[in-house]
């Protein structure tokens, strides 16, 4: 949906420059703004002067009907009401309490990731323990390693874990389906136990702290 427009100075070569604003892409009504956010052309303003491009960065709701599946792009320096936000979802919309798989994203990195990891038909936050998992199996055999982030890759119908170290290198392995499973299996009750309601913030951090209570029972 075209909400607004606001008006941006061209960095380049200073011409002031209307550009469109979506605060909220409805990706199921509009499958070529799916390709729009996953390329971040929808956020990308071009100069008719001189060509310039410009990144715009505000917040915006990413929602999927079809997959039922609502992502809130919040990033840092926006100051958004998460809480009004999860009580308008209770109360207000149509979407509220419906099985809707609700979450808070609060870089585009994770956006994205967020969007592979659902378009994969896979839990977001069996896919965070599984990186706890493989990252300590990855310091165990590549001590020389030092992981500092995993994000999940797809490539045609292979998904990949690309682990990132101190460097920036990346070491990506394939996600397991049987570490995958297992997980599932094993934790799934914890981490339905361990999700916010609303608008829930899923990280590596998330993870950290769920392993932590199931195991302290
Ligand atoms: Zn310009």
Known sequence: M???????????????????????????????QKRGVLDGELFTCTCPICGQETRLVYPFLYHDMQKRVMLYFCPEGFDVDLEELNEQMEYDSPFGGSGYTLRNCVSYEMLLEKIRIFDMELDDRVVEL??????????????????????????????????????????????????????????????????????ALIDSDWAVQTVRYAMMG
């Open 130 to 199: 599984c990186k706890l998992v493989l990252m300590d199996e990855l310091a165990e055999e590549h001590p020389e390693l030092d992981v500092k982030r995993a994000l999940i890759d797809v490539r045609g119908e292979q998904i990949y874990i690309a682990f990132i170290d101190v460097d920036g290198d990346v070491f990506a392995i394939e996600l397991p389906d049987d570490v995958y499973n297992r997980i599932y299996d094993l934790y799934f009750d914890v981490v339905e136990e361990y999700t916010d309601e609303g608008f």
């Open 2 to 32: 075209l909400d607004d427009r606001t008006s941006i100075t061209c960095p380049a070569c200073g011409e002031t420059v209307q550009a469109p604003v979506y605060t909220s892409v409805n990706v199921t009504a509009n499958p070529a």
